[in-house]
């Protein structure tokens, strides 16, 4: 599950809110154990991932760097190479 986070720091065009949250709500889906929550828990699960967004945001808007942004096509590519090797076409 986490393995499908991505990279959102230094990427051009920069992260937006629904990134961020997907990010967060995939965590939140590995932490807890489970994709969705029972009723009784599903205000604690969606608290955890608004609460994590926002720490994501926060951090996201902190961080520096002097490297050049990161092409999100050429990120693609790159991803789609290496399946492309590790599975043939």
Do not use: H
């Not at 393995?3 to 961020?20: C, G, H, K, T």
């Not at 949250?21 to 608004?50: D, H, M, W």
């Not at 951090?59 to 290496?82: I, Q």
Request: with cysteine.
């Amino acid at each position: 599950m986490c393995r499908n986070i991505q990279v959102l720091f230094n990427v051009e065009p920069a992260a937006s809110a629904e990134e961020v949250r997907a990010a967060a709500l995939q965590y939140v889906r590995k932490i807890s154990g489970g994709r969705s929550p029972s009723r009784a828990n599903a205000a604690a699960f969606e608290a955890a991932v608004t609460e994590i967004a926002s720490s994501s945001e926060r951090l996201l808007a902190a961080l520096m760097t002097t490297a050049a942004p990161r092409s999100r096509a050429a990120e693609a590519a790159r991803a789609k190479a290496r399946t492309a090797q590790r599975y043939g076409d």
